[in-house]
């Protein structure tokens, strides 16, 4: 059983940044794939960012150049920062946990085991 605590959200205007956390209870956190999502009003889920158990990273089209994902392993933390946010940046944004993928990290919300309660993201123009 993993639990994921999002926190960091809030309120911004545009051109500016916030810095996502999300901290996972239980055991073999290095090992596990995590992943930022983020859904609208409205819309679907989509992905946003992931970073595979080795450390690479890899970005929505729509986030790259703004966006980092990061984590500390030692905390069980993984971090997404986000720079020169945008109105359309604005969703609830969502930590995932996929445990068993060795290499890589999957952009589809299917292949995550545990999700994490979101945390809101509001970017005013």
């Known amino acids: 059983q993993v639990q994921l605590v999002e ?3 809030g309120l911004v205007q545009a051109g500016g940044s ?14 596990h794939a995590m992943g930022w999502f983020r859904q609208a009003p409205g819309k679907e889920r989509l992905f946003v960012a992931a970073i595979s158990r080795n450390y690479g990273t890899y970005y929505a089209d729509s986030v790259k150049g703004r966006f980092t994902i990061s984590r500390d392993n030692a ?4 971090f997404l920062q ?3 946010l945008k109105p ?8 995932a946990a996929d445990l068993n ?6 952009e589809g919300e299917y292949a995550y ?11 005013s123009s």
């Open 101 to 106: 993928r060795r290499y890589g990290i999957s």
């Open 88 to 95: 359309e940046d604005t969703a609830v944004y969502y930590c």
């Open 7 to 9: 926190s960091g959200g």
């Open 18 to 31: 916030l810095r996502l956390s999300c901290a996972a209870s239980g055991r073999a956190f290095s090992s």
């Open 75 to 78: 905390k069980n933390t993984v």
């Open 113 to 123: 085991d545990y999700w994490g309660q979101g945390t809101q993201v509001t970017v």
């Open 82 to 84: 986000m720079n020169s």
